[in-house]
């Protein structure tokens, strides 16, 4: 009886291996410059730096405007995109410095017909996750614990029966 409990618990653990945690994705770096009048949110993706503008009071969204995005004293302009409402900066030299890890300042300066606009923010780029490379300890004891407490439980009630039948 002992030797089957034993064996059943080894199995268990050795059937546990090491836990890989799940592929943690990077998370997009965006960034929010909020005025009394207008709201900027931009997001760093693979095609480049793309900005939504809205009204602060209404979230109506601001079209066709001039946008211009200053960081590390290097000015580029957004082009407004119709077809999707957004606008997009894709230069690769002055998106170059803002996708290493790190916090970048950034100045915006809007021109949205005769309004205008100074807004600032700044920038934050997390470096890649490095989570999923390692094992997950912290899980494997609860799961570990967990089998001991059912194959205690089966033995137990393994052992009454066989204690009754000798009776």
Do not use: C
Not at 44 to 70: C, Q, T, W, Y
Not at 113 to 137: I, N
Not at 148 to 166: E, I, M, N, P, T
């Amino acid at each position: 009886m002992k030797k089957l409990i034993f064996g059943l618990f080894t199995a268990a653990i050795v059937g546990l291996g090491p836990l890989q945690a799940a592929e943690m994705p990077t998370p997009i770096p965006v960034v929010v410059a909020e005025s009394e009048e207008f709201e900027i949110v931009g997001r760093l993706d693979e095609k480049g730096f793309v900005f939504h503008i809205d009204r602060s009071a209404s979230n109506a969204p601001v079209l066709a405007a001039k946008l211009e995005v200053e960081a590390d004293g290097r000015l580029a302009p957004a082009r407004f995109r119709p077809e999707s409402g957004d606008y997009l900066i894709d230069d690769a030299a002055w998106l170059s410095p803002l996708r290493t890890p790190g916090e970048h300042a950034l100045a915006f300066t809007l021109l949205a017909g005769e309004e205008s606009d100074l807004l600032s923010a700044d920038f934050a780029v997390l470096p890649a996750s490095t989570a999923g490379t390692g094992t997950v300890s912290g899980l494997a004891w609860p799961l570990a614990g967990t089998a001991l407490l059912v194959l205690a439980v089966l033995g137990w009630r393994f052992s009454r029966q066989h204690k009754g039948d000798l009776a």
